[in-house]
């Protein structure tokens, strides 16, 4: 589904130039939850940001369906609403002063008006509502009368009220609670499988890809320096990076929490 090749992208600030991704190849397949991890600094979001339209690439390109994502330093933007993504914190990406439903509908703008009619319908959107476990009542509300696990219930609302196929999310569970981050990651893989959708899932904790990914990209400093099965990353890292990721994490003890989701204490 999306196909990048020897992908860069340079950051200058004043005369020092920066590589925040260096040729960067990665290959994400229709259907699958692909994870990045890696620490803070090693060019995570930038990579998603390229993918999203939100940061131009220095080189290298960026395919979906097999058409290129990015033209000089035009993005070629596929259907609208075809790629949505989830931020970390629910706080800054919900504007403070918009409703619920103004929040949820907003997407909507940049699709042609029959589109606009049907996926913002009424009944669709209390439907979705539920669906993210929220209620009709709160399409009234304001963010900030919400807990941190329900901004970001309405965060993945506002993704889905397109019908993507693609979603990046941006650690979209490192701003909340243990029990709280449980759930929203359990909604999310069954909304992928429900909805048949691809997710490129960006995490810096190895518990949380383990727990949603299939696959795993590890990024060090800009660059993949590893991918491959999450199971076979886990079991036989490659990379000695990988491997002090994962030191971190193995030697914690796993333990049932909320919803039966097996987690490491201490790493949600
Ligand atoms: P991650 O998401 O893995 O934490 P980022 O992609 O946000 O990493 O950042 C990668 C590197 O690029 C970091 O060193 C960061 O400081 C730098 N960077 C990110 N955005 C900008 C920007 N707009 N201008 C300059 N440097 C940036
Ligand atoms: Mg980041």
């Known amino acids: ?3 990048i090749t020897n992908l860069e992208k340079e950051y200058k600030t004043g005369k020092q130039t920066m590589k925040a991704v260096k040729s960067v190849n990665l290959t994400i397949h229709e259907g699958e ?3 990045i991890v890696g620490e803070s600094g090693s060019g995570k979001s930038t990579l998603g940001k390229m993918i999203i339209g939100l940061e131009a690439p220095t080189s290298g390109t960026i395919t979906y369906n097999g058409k290129p994502l990015w033209q000089k330093n035009k993005y070629l933007r596929p259907r ?3 790629i949505q993504t989830v931020f970390q914190d629910p706080q800054s990406s919900l504007d403070p002063r918009m409703r619920v439903k103004d929040i949820i509908m907003e997407p909507l703008l940049g699709l042609p008006s029959s589109d606009r009619k049907e996926k913002g319908d009424l009944n669709k959107l209390v439907e979705l509502m539920k669906r993210v476990g929220l209620k009709e009542e709160h399409l009234d509300r304001f963010p900030h009368e919400f807990s941190g696990g329900q901004r970001q219930r309405i965060a993945i609302a506002r ?3 397109t019908d993507p196929s693609f979603i990046v999310l941006d650690e979209p569970t490192s701003a909340l609670d243990v029990s709280v981050q449980a759930q929203v990651l359990n909604l999310l893989k069954e909304l992928q499988r429900e909805r048949q959708l691809t997710y490129l899932f960006i995490s810096h904790n190895m518990e949380v890809i383990r727990y949603m990914c299939k696959r795993v990209a590890v990024m060090y400093k800009g660059e993949l320096v590893e991918v ?6 886990f079991e036989n890292p490659q990379h000695p990076y990988t491997e002090k990721l994962l030191s971190s994490v193995l030697s914690v003890p796993t333990e049932e929490i909320a919803g039966g989701v097996p987690v490491a204490k201490g790493y949600f």
Do not use: H, K, R, S
């Open 80 to 82: 609208p609403g075809e």
């Open 159 to 161: 993704a889905l009220i």
């Open 1 to 3: 589904m999306i196909e």
């Open 33 to 35: 939850i692909l994870g």
């Open 228 to 233: 491959g099965e999450t199971q076979d990353v």
